[in-house]
């Protein structure tokens, strides 16, 4: 089992650039969530998916953030245009119905 | 709104020493809950989970105790290890969200 695969592991920008941060599942998990840590707000969900289908996205901050999931095994975040206070660790993490989440190693985004 | 918080925010503790890490929710109505641990630069391992239906689970030289409906629940380490210094956060289930607590940082010395 490889687990949730993410990338980049990092990635460095200049604010009003497009960024986009992947993820692949584990196979045959059916939900796919996507959480943002910062040490000021800790782990925040941001958006999940079930069966491919955005289900909450109430945790998205702005417009300038979307995200996808066109398969069951590929999700992307985008952020457009990027702002410095975007910047974060971004995981994505999935699970079999409601049984143990397992996280992807993250994004580290800097936005300058 | 579901609110989580452990307490203490950071521990440190001698090689051997049992310990208790402290997680409350204000909201009982969840699903389960999971205590995952995060090692610096790295994502969440998931170590235990208790369904609401439940009372504790265990694994190895962990066991965790939920207490629905006080809303509280205790994540028990015998014997530390350096190897367990890493930071331990506590979720709630609600619908398929999880929310967070903000951690505990623990570091065992050798």
């Known amino acids: 089992d490889a687990g949730v695969i993410q990338s980049p592991r990092h990635e460095v920008t200049e604010m009003g650039q497009e960024v986009t941060l992947r993820c692949k599942p584990i196979?045959?998990?059916?939900?796919l969530f996507w959480y943002r840590q910062t040490m000021m707000r800790g782990l925040e969900l941001l958006i999940y998916?079930?069966?491919?289908?955005?289900?909450?996205d109430s945790g998205m901050p702005e417009d300038r953030f979307s995200a996808k999931m066109p398969n069951a095994s590929f999700s992307t975040l985008k952020i457009q245009p990027s702002e410095p206070r975007d910047s974060a660790v971004y995981f994505c993490?999935?699970?079999?119905?409601?049984?143990?989440?397992?996280f992807g190693d993250g994004t580290r985004l800097s936005i300058l | 709104k579901q609110e989580v918080t452990q307490i203490p925010a950071a521990l440190s503790v001698p090689e051997g020493e049992n310990l208790v890490l402290n997680c409350s929710f204000t909201?009982?109505?969840?699903?389960?809950l999971q205590w995952f641990r995060q090692d610096p630069g790295k994502g969440l391992t998931s170590l235990l989970l208790?369904?609401?239906?439940?009372r504790e689970q265990t694994s190895g030289r962990l066991n965790a105790s939920l207490d629905k409906s006080s809303g509280r629940s205790t994540l028990y380490i015998a014997a530390s290890q350096p190897g367990d210094s890493a930071t331990y956060l506590c979720?709630?289930?609600?619908?398929?969200?999880?929310?967070f607590g903000a951690g505990t940082i623990l570091r065992v010395k050798s």
């Open positions: 993490a999935s699970s079999q119905g409601q049984g143990k989440g397992h």
């Open positions: 196979s045959g998990h059916d939900y």
């Open positions: 998916f079930n069966n491919n289908v955005p289900i909450d």
């Open positions: 909201d009982s109505a969840i699903y389960n």
């Open positions: 208790i369904q609401s239906s439940q």
């Open positions: 979720a709630v289930s609600q619908g398929n969200k999880l929310v």
